[in-house]
């Protein structure tokens, strides 16, 4: 691929997000505020401290904790704080948090005009772009638990094998911090 395709590339990816973004100034939240409500209603129960959300997004801790007060003071988001160490916390959507994340926007619905056919290869590429930049970056890669190399399905739901713990079922569908590839060495 030449340098003037990645620049053409790069200008539809840039474009793209900015017009989400663009959609994600809605009921009094701005797009941060979003990309971390939409972060908390996909993360497992492992993966949602500051730091955590911070990763995910591409962004700084103190930028994430920030956008954690103003949604707590909203009521969008409840804080929990570590039994063995209060300096640890981790949040989870309030029903306000859940609520305000089900308005399709007109980015949603533009996926829907594509097709089923253009929107599974929209999706193969960018995942296949994504993973590509996190790695190029040394990031955390994040992933469905159910595809991870350390996940063990059970009956009653799934296993970690890396946090010998025991998986809700729905669980194996949330995106985890621990993440690791199958095909990871």
């Known amino acids: 691929m030449t340098h003037s395709h990645n620049?053409?590339?790069r200008a539809l990816i840039d474009r793209l997000a900015r017009l989400a973004s663009a959609d994600d100034w809605k009921g009094g939240l701005n797009p941060s505020q979003v990309a971390v409500l939409s972060y908390l209603a996909r993360a497992n129960r492992f993966s949602r401290a500051?730091?955590?959300?911070?990763?995910?997004?591409?962004?700084?801790?103190g930028t994430v904790s920030q956008t954690f007060k103003s949604l707590l003071g909203?009521?969008?988001v409840v804080e929990h704080r570590s039994a063995s160490d209060r300096r640890r916390i981790s949040f989870d959507l309030s029903a306000a948090g859940r609520e305000a994340l089900m308005c399709p926007t007109t980015f949603?619905?533009?996926?829907?005009?594509i097709?089923?056919?253009?929107?599974?290869a929209l999706e193969q590429g960018v995942a296949a772009f994504?993973?590509?930049l996190v790695a190029v970056r040394g990031g955390q890669p994040f992933g469905l638990c159910r595809t991870c190399r350390y996940h063990e399905p059970t009956a009653k739901g799934g296993y970690c094998?890396?946090?010998?713990v025991a998986l809700q079922s729905a669980e194996a569908?949330?995106?985890c911090h621990e993440y690791c590839p199958q095909d990871a060495a």
């Open 7 to 9: 620049i053409a590339l």
């Open 50 to 61: 500051p730091s955590h959300a911070a990763a995910f997004l591409g962004t700084t801790r």
């Open 74 to 76: 909203k009521g969008l």
């Open 108 to 113: 949603d619905n533009a996926l829907c005009a």
């Open 115 to 120: 097709g089923a056919a253009d929107r599974a």
């Open 130 to 132: 994504l993973r590509a």
């Open 161 to 164: 094998k890396l946090l010998d």
């Open 173 to 175: 569908d949330q995106i």
